[in-house]
């Protein structure tokens, strides 16, 4: 079983989580960007949460399938057609042999999935099947997917699910004004003036058209530091927001280097990466400060209505 890239689009890769536990070698893990969007359409279908899924941007590729597959996109808006047919997101579908899938952007967001019953039969590296781009390995070969290029599928742990599923709307991206991302305090919070402090949850900022997996240069604002003394550099996470000699900011996103020398003012909430992840260039948004127990309690809820629908799911289909 296996599917076929008519058309590319642009950073069509194989994604997961991410691989992780490898940064001290200097292997960043370059997971899925929206890893909300990602697991959910994995939920859908029954997968594993981690299975491995295409992420794509704008043009979308456009793929033909070779078996009868189900499969379930969601993510970005898109508009989705089977056959020219449209088809709905955030639901599983099913696709026969040669059956051609187009996918064009509607109005928000960067990133799309599109996940299989059982996932994609990639090999795994380090654990993971995701695409290292830097260092050429995981996913098709470590390179994103080119016209020609056949993935196959690894056999689904269960049937076409019959139950006609509908996702609520709080596991999808939620683009509407006023976009508020949530932060907590970075371990060089202190090193900016106390001005800054207040500009940084008061002023607006935006996603600069500089912006890609690895982070997004944000729009704003200048920040500025009571210490100009050069630091060591220091680990780097998903999130990590850096103050940079210009007094911009930067939003380490899911290909980050592994460490780095700009002090770390801020943190962003893991609950609230996805959401920031799907901000195109010049939407405004504004940060907003919490605490790490409210952000753990945030993302505790997160995973809560995870298990909600995974435990709704299994009693719709029996």
Request: proline share 7%; charged share 20%.
């Amino acid at each position: 079983m296996s599917i076929l890239i008519r058309k590319p689009g642009i950073r069509t890769a194989v994604r997961d989580f991410g691989r992780f536990g490898h940064m001290a070698a200097g292997i960043n893990p370059t997971g899925a960007m929206d890893t909300l969007s990602a697991r959910v359409v994995n939920i859908l279908l029954g997968n594993s949460d981690n299975a491995a899924l295409l992420e794509f941007g704008f043009p979308a590729p456009e793929i033909e399938f070779e078996a009868d597959t189900a499969f379930c996109i969601g993510g970005s808006a898109v508009d989705a057609k089977l056959n020219s047919v449209p088809v709905s997101l955030w639901k599983p579908q099913k696709a026969s042999p040669r059956d051609i899938l187009t996918l064009s952007p509607a109005s928000n967001g960067n990133f799309a999935y599109l996940a299989v019953a059982g996932g994609f039969d990639v090999p795994e590296v380090l654990g993971s099947r995701t695409t290292n781009l830097a260092a050429g390995f995981g996913g098709h070969q470590g390179q994103l997917l080119a016209p020609g290029d056949r993935l196959s599928l690894r056999s689904p742990g269960q049937s076409f699910p019959n139950a006609q599923t509908a996702l609520g709307y709080s596991l999808r991206p939620q683009l509407a004004d006023p976009i508020r991302i949530r932060i907590t305090r970075g371990p060089e919070y202190d090193r900016i003036t106390a001005l800054s402090e207040q500009t940084l949850t008061t002023e607006t900022f935006s996603v600069g058209q500089n912006s890609d997996p690895m982070g997004f240069r944000l729009t704003g604002p200048r920040m500025f530091s009571l210490d100009e003394t050069e630091l060591l550099s220091s680990a780097a996470t998903f999130g990590t927001v850096q103050l940079l000699p210009d007094g911009g900011l930067a939003v380490l996103m899911s290909d980050h280097q592994t460490t780095g020398g700009y002090p770390r003012i801020a943190v962003v909430a893991a609950v609230d990466l996805p959401l920031l992840s799907q901000l195109r260039p010049k939407r405004p948004f504004q940060f907003v400060l919490i605490d790490v127990s409210e952000a753990e309690m945030l993302l505790f809820e997160r995973e809560q209505e995870l298990r909600f629908l995974k435990t709704g799911l299994r009693l719709a289909r029996g």
